[in-house]
């Protein structure tokens, strides 16, 4: 079954519903015009669907290998790579400076999606250039800039982003990779990495690794980490890759899924690396590529959970079973079969809207300058981040549920959906660890950026009442119950906002989604857009009011069952 960009789809989000063309109103995207975009939107579908979706089997039976020392990529990737770099999609958001189009980060978020539908295995290569890419741009020297840019820019060299360490995954500042300094100016990198994607492959000249490592005067923490450029071939005069840098790949992780895309254990025996921004900054630096990449991340689980949906739609629609209320007896017209297919299509549009419109206000923050589009911005990153990579285990397993047996056999493709969406609530940081972001620092303003969203959501539904009155009623509603509960949960302490943040970011998703849909019925008040809107305000939206009580329980109640307790009979 062939996946099809869903350009339509994108547009409709973009003009009716998000109001992207504010963007082509400020001076920094005056070029991203109805017509650019068009174009870009155009060309990255024939991209997508007619060189990358045909990639996605290929890398999930012939995995990435290390052969001597070198990771040999999966069958076709490394044509396909080279059609990404050919393209000029490295460069899509990054700065004219140095090459790039310096496009909004929102046609990057789409951009993000649905290279990930046709084949994630891939796209976590240029996601983390991406990454690498911003991260420099905002922090190094303009030497490291000029030299390292346009070449990643060009997709001719590659970034990879190396914080994990065995004893170091969500407490970063548990590190021990060494940094000392050189005479020349350079330092000396010394530590094993772990679970560092694209680490090493065959589909571009070099591989430039950021690096998170402590100075010898680093405090110990996340204050005393410092961030390096540590390439694998060291740029010589001409800034060609030169001599080859005391790092290797020691392994590859056999994992669940995502098997085309090479997750390197690495060794860093004294290498050489120039740091990127000050001493002991190296957590601000790698918070612009993590921040990017949270956003990427998102969007990685919104593009599979489509080309999950997109398959099963298309077997539902095949597959006869038993007699049906109505129709020929394809398992389509089944209640309990239409109502995976509604919620699927319903949780994918709603992802999909709260991840752009979280482009759209990085976007816009960038182009004003305004402090409220920032704070709009990084209070929508992390919903966007744990709500994209949550639906998308969530459809693409209700994929493999559409398919009956046949979905739990590998040929049929549903399986890979499935186990490629599982590691994208794990990696750039934890959905745990996303939801305890939201509820911390997210609302270390006292909830007022929450309250500002919460606003628009009101006053939307306020305004659709005429129109849609059972609609928006409850939408306005929720969006109360939800202000009420972020008042209550700014008051409490660490350990209860910790204990409900998971049900809180979801519980936000809920209403953002209903939300958004809102917005689509009222452009089609009798059309498909408001029937899906009901599916969604009706059976999804009530979500919320159970995990309101789930974020109310607070700590104690966890707590008071003891690790013991967890272990008796
Ligand atoms: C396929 C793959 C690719 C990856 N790519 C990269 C990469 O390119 N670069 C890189 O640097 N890393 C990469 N990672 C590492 C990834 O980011 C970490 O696995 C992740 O951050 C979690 O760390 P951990 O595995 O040590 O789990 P742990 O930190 O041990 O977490 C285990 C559990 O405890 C929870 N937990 C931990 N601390 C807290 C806390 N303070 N409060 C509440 N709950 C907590 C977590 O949410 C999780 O549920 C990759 C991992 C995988 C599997």
Known sequence: MPYASPVAEVRFLLDKVLGYDRLAQTATFAEAGAETTEAILTELGR?????????????????????????????????????????????????????????????NTVMNEWMSGACLSLQLCPLLSQGQIEALEHHASDTIKDLYLPRLI???????MNLTEPQAGSDVGALRTKAEPRADGSFAITGQKIFITWGDHDVADNVCHLVLARLPDGAPGTRGISLFMVPKLIPDAQGNPGERNALRVVSLEHKLGIHGSPTCVMSFEGATGWMVGKPHGGMAAMFTMM???????????????????????????????????????????????????????????????IALDCGISLDMARATGKGSWQARAALLTPIAKAHGTDIGCEVSS???????????????GAAQYFRDARITPIYEGTNG?????????????????????????????????????????????????????????????????NAGAVAYLRAFARVLGAHYHLKAALTDPAGPRARLARVFIDRLLPEHESLLVQLRAGAAALYALTAEDLESA
């Open 291 to 353: 921040n990017n990449a949270r956003l990427g991340v998102g969007a990685q689980g919104i593009g599979v959970a489509e080309a999950a949906y997109q398959h099963a739609l298309a077997y539902a629609r095949d597959r006869k079973q038993g007699r049906t209320p109505l129709g020929d007896g394809a398992i389509i017209d089944h209640a309990d079969v239409r109502r995976m297919l509604a919620v699927m299509k319903a949780e994918v549009f709603a992802a999909r809207a």
């Open 154 to 160: 060009s997709g001719e060299w590659t970034g990879t």
């Open 433 to 497: 660890i996303q939801a305890m972001d939201l509820v911390g620092r997210k609302m270390m303003d006292g909830g007022e950026a929450a309250f500002r969203l919460l606003q628009e959501v009101e006053d939307n539904a306020e305004a659709a009442r005429a129109e849609a009155p059972d609609l928006a009623g409850k939408v306005w509603e929720a969006a109360e119950t939800l202000r009420e509960a972020t008042e209550w949960l700014v008051a409490q302490s660490a350990d209860d906002r």
């Open 47 to 107: 991209l997508c669907d007619g060189v990358l979706a045909p990639l996605n089997r290929s890398g999930d039976l012939t995995p990435a290998r290390l052969e001597n020392g070198i990771v040999r990529t999966s069958p076709g990737f490394k044509d396909g790579y080279k059609a990404i770099a050919e393209g000029g999609w490295l460069g899509l958001a990054a700065t004219p400076d140095h090459g790039g189009m310096g496009l909004p980060l929102t046609l």
């Open 398 to 412: 209700m994929g493999v549920q559409v398919h009956g047996g046949m979905g739990f056999i590998e040929e049929t």
